[in-house]
């Protein structure tokens, strides 16, 4: 258990549906980010967001867009996903300003998209 | 940009043997943090160990050493005694240690090596 909390643990949607993957930690942190693993590549940042600041990867395609309610929750709102999308979404926080200490991981969601 | 070099995809390794899990880093910054991941079939990662660029000593977490060479810019993973539990996929990552706000801390991760210990 590293306190980063995410939902739901697995996920199939079709191309059409609207889904949502949730993020929660109560580490206390001040930023949260999305990271995208495919089978074969490197993990792929997506976003990271906080109150203060909202750095976005340009290469991310518009049918997946965060939401930052609070410091202590994340989401990534999916609409109209490929099957190539298909990948463990993973979030994690850290203390920004902190660096030299490690960000914590949730367990991800292994999306599939039919 | 920072760039992390994992040339190992598939390691082996027999139970209650040591290991070394190569990783090479490429930055420009003089500031920055080395971590390490374990990432068993579940998905999680988790924090392994982690090097600062200015640390004078190697850092140790019980088993889990590092072998930092800033000259050559390494930072290898030394697991001692193979547990069959340390089966998983290692990630070494490097983050940016300076206070530059866009970049909010984010980590840049290689392409993992998968680690098998056999009995």
């Known amino acids: 258990e590293t306190g980063v909390t995410q939902t739901p643990r697995h996920l199939v949607m079709g191309m059409t549906n609207k889904k949502s993957l949730k993020c929660e930690q109560h580490?206390?942190?001040?930023?949260m980010y999305w990271y995208k693993q495919s089978a074969k590549k490197p993990l792929e940042l997506m976003f990271v967001?906080?109150?203060?600041?909202?750095?976005e990867n340009n290469s991310v395609p518009s049918r997946f867009s965060p939401e930052c309610p609070n410091s202590s929750h994340l989401f990534l709102h999916l609409h109209t996903l490929q099957p190539e999308d298909s990948a463990l979404y993973l979030c994690?926080?850290?203390?920004?300003?902190?660096?030299?200490?490690?960000?914590?991981f949730g367990q991800g969601t292994r999306l599939t998209v039919v | 940009a920072q760039k992390i070099t994992q040339t190992q995809p598939g390691m082996f390794v027999q139970e209650k043997e040591a290991v070394t899990l190569d990783c090479t880093y490429d930055?420009?910054?003089?500031?920055?943090?080395l971590f390490w991941y374990k990432q068993p079939s579940s998905g999680e990662m988790i924090f392994l160990i982690y090097?600062?660029?200015?640390?004078?000593q190697n850092a140790t977490e019980g088993r889990y050493s590092l072998n930092f060479q800033k000259a050559r810019k390494s930072a290898n993973l030394v697991i001692s005694a193979s547990q069959l539990g340390d089966s998983a996929m290692y990630f070494c990552?490097?983050?940016?240690?300076?206070?530059?706000?866009?970049?909010?801390?984010?980590?840049?991760f290689g392409r993992g090596t998968q680690l098998t210990v056999w009995p």
């Open positions: 994690a926080s850290s203390q920004a300003r902190v660096r030299n200490t490690e960000a914590f």
């Open positions: 580490l206390g942190h001040n930023a």
């Open positions: 967001y906080s109150l203060e600041e909202r750095v």
């Open positions: 930055t420009s910054d003089p500031s920055y943090g």
């Open positions: 090097q600062g660029s200015y640390d004078q």
């Open positions: 990552a490097m983050r940016d240690l300076a206070d530059r706000g866009s970049t909010l801390g984010r980590l840049y």
